[in-house]
């Protein structure tokens, strides 16, 4: 089976640099995507990475250690309305989708 | 959203009784999934289906079966309802292409079973 880990609660202050770590265990592994999902919300995609390194886009980054199955996700110059859960799932073959549990993010003033 | 429709969105059912959740895109992504969200648990995926009839088994798929006869439609029932299967229900869709893994994802359904 599939195995993911990620802190379950990260409070940060506003204007902060966060990051959520994810590790993972499993077979078949393509890539790691991350996830946003505001209470009551539907999750929203929020990024991809498939080969080892670092992927920027806006204030979010995500990073890929493929020999160190683990990745994360660093949230800069945070902001209230990024008080969210935030996913990492694999990507595997036959692009299966299996998520972690979930970190909650709280960011305060 | 990329055009996924859930529905219902609210359903309380008895215990015992058939349920079918749907599942409507407007993207025609080729691949699409069903998953519940329960506290503690994240979301965790019961069947996913790569193309028209085609589909399988994700981690929680006892108690639920899934049908694809057409690319814009995916259909979850649950054959028998039982309380353990309280949750709220995702569905999603992709183009899994190498250029294009995002999944987008539906409102949610909240299913009770009482």
């Known amino acids: 089976g599939q195995s993911l880990e990620q802190p379950s609660e990260v409070t940060a202050v506003e204007g902060a640099i966060v990051q959520i770590n994810c590790t993972y265990q499993t077979s078949g592994f393509y890539g790691l995507s991350w996830y946003q999902q505001h209470d009551g919300g539907a999750p929203t995609f929020l990024s991809y990475n498939a080969l080892d390194g670092l992927e920027e886009t806006g204030r979010f980054s995500s990073f890929l250690s493929r020999s160190d199955s683990y990745g994360y996700l660093l949230l800069q110059e945070l902001q209230m309305k990024d008080s969210a859960s935030y996913f990492c799932?694999?990507?595997?073959?036959?692009?299966?989708?299996?998520f972690g549990t979930g970190t909650s993010l709280t960011v305060i003033p | 959203d990329a055009g996924i429709t859930q529905s219902p969105r609210h359903k309380v059912t008895e215990t015992g009784t058939p349920v079918t959740l749907r599942c409507h895109q407007t993207?025609?992504?080729?691949?699409m999934y069903w998953y519940r969200q329960d506290p503690g648990h994240g979301l965790r995926l019961i069947h996913y289906s790569y193309g028209v009839k085609d589909t399988d088994k994700g981690e929680v798929s006892d108690g639920y079966s899934v049908s694809r006869s057409k690319t814009e439609d995916f259909l979850l029932t649950l054959e028998s309802a039982t309380s353990s299967q309280t949750s709220v229900y995702f569905c999603?869709?992709?183009?899994?292409?190498?250029?294009?893994?995002?999944?987008?994802f539906g409102q949610g359904t909240r299913l009770t079973v009482v």
């Open positions: 999603a869709a992709t183009p899994g292409t190498a250029s294009n893994t995002e999944a987008f």
């Open positions: 799932a694999v990507r595997l073959t036959g692009n299966q989708f299996y």
């Open positions: 993207e025609n992504h080729r691949y």
